[in-house]
């Protein structure tokens, strides 16, 4: 089993709609979660950083992390063709290691 | 203006020769690393560095090397010895551990 699992997608949404990204993973002891924008031919751009379980709320996106279901999300509200990106979710491992999703490439036709 | 660069941008090579790609940061962050990006793949770590003049092996270090002589600055060397060089290499830093890492530009290499 993959430490973290991510649907590659791609998936394709209309302007306006709410988008939901996920993860899933294997090692009940992270604690730290994060998600990465990742627009084409750039590096990763931190866009959300939460701890433990719970939402973090930041304009139009919110991260949910639900530690029992080793399940972490990425909402974004009212998407905007500017959001097409690739999304990363990033879990740091506690020693100087990160292990990342592949991916979900996001498509927001206007 | 502090940041995180990588040069060049694109990079051409041809079989059996080495390749170094440049990564410089004034993010005054003690942690180096290097990413290969290939298509759903994710990022596979190559190396890291934690502090000048130490750097350890990551999941895929085979046919690479790297040297940290200075804070600011951990290059990367793709040798003839790596069977599949293709691919989009990040670097990245921070200050260690759970701390966000940050991204540079990226480098793409081809092997022609």
């Known amino acids: 089993q993959k430490e973290v699992e991510q649907d590659p997608g791609p998936l394709s949404v209309p302007e306006g709609a709410i988008v939901s990204l996920n993860c899933t993973y294997s090692n009940s002891a992270f604690q730290y979660f994060m998600w990465y924008r990742q627009y084409s031919r750039k590096g990763p751009e931190l866009l959300m950083y939460?701890?433990?379980?719970g939402n973090k709320e930041d304009g139009r996106f919110t991260a949910q992390v639900d530690k029992s279901s080793k399940y972490i999300s990425l909402f974004i509200r009212d998407s905007q063709p500017s959001d097409s990106a690739t999304y990363l979710c990033?879990?740091?491992?506690?020693?100087?290691?990160?292990?990342f999703g592949t991916g979900t490439r996001l498509k927001v036709l206007a | 203006d502090g940041g995180i660069t990588q040069s060049p941008k694109y990079l051409f090579r041809k079989e059996g020769q080495n390749v170094t790609l440049s990564c410089e940061q004034n993010l005054n962050h003690d942690a180096m690393y290097w990413y290969r990006q290939d298509p759903g793949q994710g990022l596979r770590l190559i190396y890291y560095s934690q502090i000048v003049n130490d750097f350890q092996k990551g999941d895929i270090a085979e046919g690479y090397s790297v040297s940290r002589e200075k804070k600011e600055s951990f290059p990367l060397t793709v040798t003839s010895a790596q069977k599949n060089p293709t691919a989009f290499y990040l670097c990245?830093?921070?200050?260690?551990?759970?701390?966000?890492?940050?991204f540079g530009p990226g480098t793409r290499l081809t092997v022609l």
């Open positions: 990033a879990i740091p491992t506690g020693t100087y290691k990160y292990i």
């Open positions: 990245a830093t921070n200050n260690g551990g759970a701390d966000t890492q940050y």
């Open positions: 939460t701890y433990s379980s």
